[in-house]
């Protein structure tokens, strides 16, 4: 059965949550990993009742990207309101909550703290359970929140700092099958965005040119690896700015929206043609997008074509692809590599 035991903070009184408790579990959590103060409540790991978000992108476009220190004092000024909108947003409070979950990793230290902190203070002021979360698991989560989706369930994993295809047994227990041995696709996206002189976000101003431009205008290599569903990013990375080199050295304009194209129909493509062949290896015809890389166009248009041929694809929404609150309380809930003691501590790195 997926039920576990939480203790209150205080009163150290028993709390059964998951989805075989056979009761309602309203979760309360915080996401502060990066670049976003959230909170949302969400009942029983599906229907969100909340979801509040800050975002920095404003902040961080004159760095070309995220400041760590900048970041948790951003954190720091919004992490009180934000918290008081959910809960005004809900209608609740926080007597109606089951448990407090808040992000612990992985993430910038700093900004991982603030929330972190938050969560467990909520949880001794109102004496409920605390629940760690993992942020690679809550992206996966993300996609039970307002669906019908139970595992089994071959996922692929795509964010700023990870790329991986994971098969998920149940909701608790999942391998990794695949990972990247480099750059993350998120990293890869930003780099070459700066390459070609997008601005920040690179990933999502790159998908946008790219729709514009012809994907195969020039022909970028694909990394051969000994595990067939590991990935390597650095080589089309090198391989982007030896080309934009080329361009510039021979002094022809350069063909921005071709590049973006050409590159993003390799990283697709590669994505495609791993995690399907993944899936088939496994035997399961569901496949997951997760992470905030799911939000890109060319990524969903490949996967979501595979529907015409008996699969079942399933992205969040897109507001659930960027970190959010509501898939860290969903994690909670599904019991999805959480933490539950008040002496957890953050962490950058897996």
């Known amino acids: 059965m997926f039920i576990k035991e939480f203790k209150t903070t205080i009163s150290q009184e028993p709390i059964i949550i998951g989805p075989d408790s056979?009761?309602?579990?309203?979760i309360f959590a915080i996401e502060s990993s990066c670049d976003e103060t959230a909170a949302a409540i969400v009942k029983n790991g599906r229907e969100v009742l909340s979801n509040t978000v800050a975002s920095q992108i404003k902040t961080h476009i004159e760095f070309g990207g995220v400041v760590p220190e900048v970041a948790a004092r951003e954190h720091l000024e919004a992490i009180n309101v934000v918290i008081a909108q959910t809960f005004e947003q809900a209608g609740l409070k926080g007597?109606?909550?089951?448990?407090?979950?808040?992000?612990?990793?992985?993430?910038?230290?700093?900004?991982?703290?603030?929330?972190?902190?938050?969560?467990k203070a909520l949880a001794l002021s109102y004496d409920k359970p605390f629940?760690?979360?993992?942020?690679?698991?809550?992206?996966?989560?993300?996609?039970?929140?307002?669906?019908?989706?139970?595992?089994?369930?071959?996922?692929?994993?795509?964010?700023?700092?990870?790329?991986?295809?994971i098969r998920v047994k149940n909701y608790t227990e999942q391998d990794i099958i695949g990972e990247t041995i480099d750059d993350a696709i998120g990293e890869a996206y930003d780099k070459v965005a700066r390459l070609i002189g997008l601005p920040y976000p690179g990933g999502v101003n790159l998908d946008k040119l790219a729709q514009t431009g012809n994907p195969f205008a020039f022909k970028?290599?694909?990394?051969?690896?000994?595990n067939e569903y590991d990935f390597s990013f650095s080589g089309l990375k090198t391989a982007s700015l030896q080309l934009i080199q080329k361009l510039k050295k021979d002094n022809l304009e350069l063909p921005k929206a071709d590049i973006a194209a050409s590159f993003q129909e390799n990283v697709t493509s590669t994505l495609?043609?791993?995690?399907?062949?993944?899936?088939?290896?496994?035997?399961?015809?569901?496949?997951?997008?997760?992470?905030g890389v799911a939000a890109?166009?060319?990524?969903?248009?490949?996967?979501?074509?595979?529907?015409?041929?008996?699969?079942?694809?399933?992205?969040?929404?897109?507001?659930?692809?960027t970190d959010n609150a509501a898939m860290i309380a969903s994690s909670a809930y599904f019991l999805s590599n959480t933490m539950d003691s008040l002496d957890v501590e953050v962490f950058s790195r897996m």
């Open 272 to 291: 495609f043609k791993k995690t399907k062949k993944a899936a088939d290896s496994i035997g399961a015809k569901t496949i997951v997008l997760a992470g």
């Open 220 to 226: 970028l290599p694909e990394a051969k690896l000994t």
């Open 296 to 321: 890109n166009s060319e990524i969903r248009k490949k996967f979501f074509e595979l529907r015409n041929f008996g699969y079942k694809i399933y992205a969040p929404e897109m507001k659930y692809c």
């Open 131 to 165: 629940i760690g979360v993992n942020h690679l698991n809550a992206h996966v989560c993300a996609n039970y929140l307002n669906s019908d989706l139970e595992p089994p369930f071959a996922a692929l994993l795509i964010s700023g700092g990870h790329t991986q295809i």
């Open 95 to 119: 007597e109606d909550i089951t448990a407090f979950a808040a992000t612990v990793g992985p993430g910038l230290v700093g900004s991982l703290l603030v929330g972190m902190n938050a969560g």
């Open 22 to 26: 056979n009761r309602d579990n309203i």
